[in-house]
């Protein structure tokens, strides 16, 4: 069963805490958290107050995806705040082994992120470091951006891999996720579906995750 993440992101940003706890309501298995550094990317969000704000309105799983430009510095921090999963960027630094390990140390999974231009092979020799892919269907940055069809082609070969090495890492894919194409997706593998603008821009939070799992 494919997990659903919305990323509060796309939430009401004058209610974050009511908005967290009404997806987590609605069905929800994990939360969201995208942190932008208006560096890595060209948009600023939040720091890691939300993870803690997040830990006192919901009670699910908070997945922090730092799309940041100093991961070494970050993610430790993240952890400490208390997110379960903390997610660094590929292309964020040269020093990929030494953030992984920072993260697990800190006491959260570690995830690594990868841009749709980023050739799936740069996470083979990072495997037994990683507790989660999370594949962009976008540039990051922007919620509510059109999905990157090669991003279905690319959860089957990343799918693959992860199979082929027999590695127990969950597959996240994040960015563009709507009804047209989350079917897709989870027959790829996508294990978790991150969603931002087509979730909160519906009026029923439940309704909405239940078109992205495809249960009618
Ligand atoms: C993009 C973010 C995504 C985004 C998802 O930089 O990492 O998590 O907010 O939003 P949608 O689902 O609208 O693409
Ligand atoms: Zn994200």
């Known amino acids: 069963m494919t997990l659903i993440a919305p990323s509060l992101l796309s939430a009401d940003p004058g209610r974050l805490a009511e ?3 009404a997806v987590a309501s609605a069905g929800a298995d994990w939360l969201h958290l995208d942190v932008m550094d208006g560096n890595f990317v060209p948009n600023i969000t939040f720091g890691p107050w939300i993870v803690k704000m997040a830990r006192q309105a919901a009670s ?3 997945d922090a995806h730092l799309m940041v430009a100093d991961p070494l510095f970050w993610a430790p921090v993240f952890a400490a705040a208390g997110a379960h999963y903390v997610t660094i960027h590929a292309e964020a630094t040269p020093h990929l082994h030494k953030a992984l390990a920072s993260i697990r140390e800190s006491g959260a999974k570690a995830g690594i992120a990868l841009n749709p231009g980023t050739p799936i092979s740069v996470v083979e020799p ?3 470091y990683l507790d989660l892919i999370i594949l962009m269907g976008v540039n ?3 919620s509510g951006q059109p999905f990157i069809p090669e991003t279905v082609d690319r959860t089957r070969q990343l799918a693959d891999l992860i199979a082929q090495k027999g590695a ?4 996240e894919v994040d960015g563009g996720v709507t009804a047209q194409n989350s079917s897709a997706l989870a027959a790829a593998g996508a294990e978790i579906l991150v969603s931002g603008s087509f979730l909160f821009r519906s009026d029923d939070y439940a309704a909405a995750i239940r078109e992205l799992k495809a249960l009618f």
């Not at 127990?168 to 597959?171: P, S, W, Y």
């Open 140 to 142: 990051p940055g922007f």
């Open 60 to 62: 699910i799983p908070l």
């Open 126 to 128: 990072l495997i037994p």
């Open 168 to 171: 127990a890492i969950l597959l």
């Open 19 to 21: 908005e967290a706890s």
